[in-house]
């Protein structure tokens, strides 16, 4: 993994606001329906600059409740809405844990859209806040990365968070204690409405 310097990580970006939200929910759940539906993926007219800013991003789909698939480019390649496009679909087919998405489990699924800071590299892991970061943690060709909401909705507290956080990159789940990288994101975390 590639990890951005550090002077990128002091960029500022900008807060997305609820409309901002709403629009990259319809593109991300209309590039799905239509990718799944074998379909080409609709165009759409983006006039927030906030959209187009180049913004690393994941997308995460739940079938009633538990996880159906999660990708993302944790750094800015593209401009935010781009990003949003391929993830909805990468979700949805190429996430190597689960089948493609089908067209049966579109109206049991919903969409959750993480917004990610820059990598800002840490020294003590004391300085990772549960629930407000996410973490990558690297070393070599391994690297591994969990965003903030995992933390949160496993109950976990930091020292669990970096264990899994670890084990997600390869390593040993006491990995974090000796000579590794690690980062330090948050994210703006919003979504449908959950079902089921």
């Known amino acids: 993994m590639n990890t951005p310097s550090d002077n990128n990580s002091s960029k500022a970006f900008s807060l997305l606001k609820e409309d901002e939200k709403k629009i990259l929910l319809k593109i991300a759940r209309e590039t799905i329906q239509s990718h799944v539906s074998g379909k080409r993926p609709p165009s759409f007219d983006i006039s927030s600059p906030v959209l187009k800013e180049k913004r690393g991003a994941f997308v995460t789909i739940h079938k009633r409740g538990m996880l159906r698939g999660c990708i993302g480019y944790i750094e800015a390649f593209?401009?935010?809405?781009?990003?949003?496009?391929?993830?909805?679909?990468?979700?949805?087919?190429?996430?190597p844990r689960f089948p493609p998405l089908s067209q049966e489990e579109i109206k049991d699924i919903d969409i959750e859209i993480s917004v990610l800071t820059p990598l800002a590299k840490i020294n003590n892991p004391e300085e990772i806040e549960v629930g407000k970061h996410g973490i990558v943690v690297s070393k070599g060709f391994y690297s591994g990365l969990l965003l903030p909401q995992v933390a949160t909705e496993y109950g976990w507290d930091r020292i669990t968070f970096l264990e899994h956080t670890c084990q997600k990159a390869g390593l040993s789940q006491n990995a974090w204690k000796g000579d590794v990288e690690i980062y330090i994101f948050s994210a703006d975390v919003f979504g449908e409405k959950k079902r089921g």
Request: proline share 6%.
């Open 78 to 95: 593209k401009p935010l809405y781009e990003t949003i496009t391929e993830m909805a679909i990468a979700a949805a087919t190429q996430d």
